[in-house]
């Protein structure tokens, strides 16, 4: 099981702090940093000072590391054209020496949408133009160099795209897809994806999650083998008292976090980790919401990640 820690900088944190995250996050042992796509803050917190754009700070984030992986979960298909994204990110995949993943949905959450300008259209659109982004970048990065990539959508069209600059890694950065959606879902990630996520989910339902993507890839005769992986919150301590700082420092309950997420002492971490790993899972993203807290992450990676 390999434990990536994840992070939400649009409740507030300058890219410093995402620095220092993922510094530990390399210096502590862990697979990856991923940091989420978002330009508004969520519940009860100022999000001061201000957003940060994922993938200039993943850029930066390159050149300060040298082993961790580094990707989003998941970039906003609504923030940006396929054609400059697929460009971002194998700058970034370059600059990293190959360590980039990327996660790519749908766009979420209209506020953010609204409050800085950007169109946001139905579900229904908002799974179409993903699914051609999909094709675009996976496109783009696979045309053998020296040929020309060309596509006509029903939202998006290229014409002989010298399809550069070429990713570090060969065939592009892995495709990560995520959510629990019943139909489109499975069957986007059983074509594109290299692996799949189900965020913010109990055990019981990540299983379902998992088993339709399952079927997805056996109806589509998909040979390739997908990763499957969680992501949860975290919050953990010594004992009682810690895991309640830890749970009040970022508004939540425990009782509801024991439920909802990854909650309580390393040895119930442990627990609940096995039971995702016993569906199938490979790695658990831990949220992480208190960016300040890097006597968190020591925790974790002394008494969870070493058990794991």
Same mark, same amino acid.
């Given at each position: 099981?390999? =434990?990536?820690?994840?992070?939400?900088?649009?409740?507030?944190? +300058?890219? $410093? +702090?995402?620095?220092?995250?993922?510094?530990?996050?390399?210096?502590?042992?862990?697979?990856?940093?991923?940091?989420?796509? %978002?330009?508004?803050?969520?519940?009860?917190?100022?999000?001061?000072?201000?957003?940060?754009?994922?993938?200039?700070?993943?850029?930066?984030?390159?050149?300060? +590391?040298?082993?961790?992986?580094? !990707?989003?979960?998941?970039?906003?298909?609504?923030?940006?054209?396929?054609?400059?994204?697929?460009?971002?990110?194998?700058?970034?995949?370059?600059?990293?020496?190959?360590?980039?993943?990327?996660?790519?949905?749908?766009?979420?959450? /209209?506020?953010? %949408?609204?409050?800085?300008?950007?169109?946001?259209?139905?579900?229904?659109?908002?799974?179409?133009?993903?699914?051609?982004?999909?094709?675009?970048?996976?496109?783009?990065?696979?045309?053998?160099?020296?040929?020309?990539?060309?596509?006509?959508?029903?939202?998006?069209?290229?014409?002989?795209?010298?399809?550069?600059? &070429?990713?570090?890694?060969?065939?592009?950065?892995?495709?990560? #897809?995520?959510?629990? !959606?019943?139909?489109?879902?499975?069957?986007?990630?059983?074509?594109?994806?290299?692996?799949?996520?189900? @965020?913010? %989910?109990?055990?019981?339902?990540?299983?379902?999650?998992?088993?339709?993507?399952?079927?997805?890839?056996?109806?589509?005769?998909?040979?390739? @083998? =997908?990763?499957?992986?969680?992501?949860?919150?975290?919050?953990?301590?010594?004992?009682?008292? $810690?895991?309640?700082?830890?749970?009040?420092? #970022?508004?939540?309950?425990?009782?509801?976090?024991?439920?909802? !997420?990854?909650?309580?002492?390393?040895?119930?971490?442990?627990? &609940?980790?096995?039971?995702?790993?016993? *569906?199938?899972? $490979?790695?658990?993203? =831990?949220?992480? *919401?208190?960016? %300040?807290?890097?006597?968190? *992450?020591?925790?974790?990676?002394? /008494?969870?990640?070493?058990?794991?």
């Amino acid at each position: 099981m390999r =434990l990536r820690i994840f992070t939400e900088p649009q409740q507030g944190a +300058t890219y $410093e +702090t995402q620095l220092a995250v993922a510094k530990a996050t390399e210096d502590l042992g862990f697979d990856a940093f991923f940091r989420s796509d %978002h330009f508004v803050k969520m519940g009860d917190v100022t999000g001061e000072p201000g957003p940060t754009d994922s993938w200039i700070t993943l850029g930066a984030l390159a050149r300060e +590391t040298s082993r961790i992986r580094l !990707g989003t979960l998941v970039t906003a298909g609504t923030f940006r054209y396929p054609g400059p994204l697929a460009i971002s990110v194998a700058q970034v995949d370059q600059m990293s020496g190959g360590r980039v993943d990327l996660g790519l949905g749908t766009g979420w959450f /209209e506020d953010e %949408h609204t409050a800085y300008g950007i169109p946001f259209p139905s579900l229904a659109e908002r799974f179409e133009r993903l699914e051609e982004q999909l094709e675009i970048v996976t496109g783009l990065w696979g045309t053998p160099a020296g040929e020309t990539y060309s596509f006509s959508g029903r939202h998006y069209a290229l014409s002989d795209s010298p399809a550069l600059p &070429k990713p570090a890694q060969a065939g592009g950065p892995p495709i990560i #897809i995520g959510g629990i !959606g019943a139909k489109r879902t499975p069957r986007l990630a059983a074509r594109y994806a290299d692996e799949y996520n189900v @965020p913010f %989910h109990q055990v019981k339902d990540t299983s379902g999650a998992f088993d339709r993507v399952r079927a997805a890839c056996a109806e589509a005769g998909r040979t390739e @083998p =997908l990763v499957y992986s969680a992501a949860q919150v975290v919050c953990c301590g010594r004992d009682e008292a $810690e895991v309640k700082r830890r749970a009040d420092a #970022i508004g939540r309950e425990v009782t509801e976090l024991r439920t909802n !997420g990854l909650a309580g002492t390393p040895g119930e971490l442990v627990d &609940k980790i096995g039971q995702f790993g016993g *569906l199938g899972a $490979e790695r658990i993203y =831990l949220q992480v *919401l208190d960016m %300040h807290d890097l006597d968190h *992450l020591e925790l974790l990676a002394a /008494e969870v990640l070493s058990k794991v």
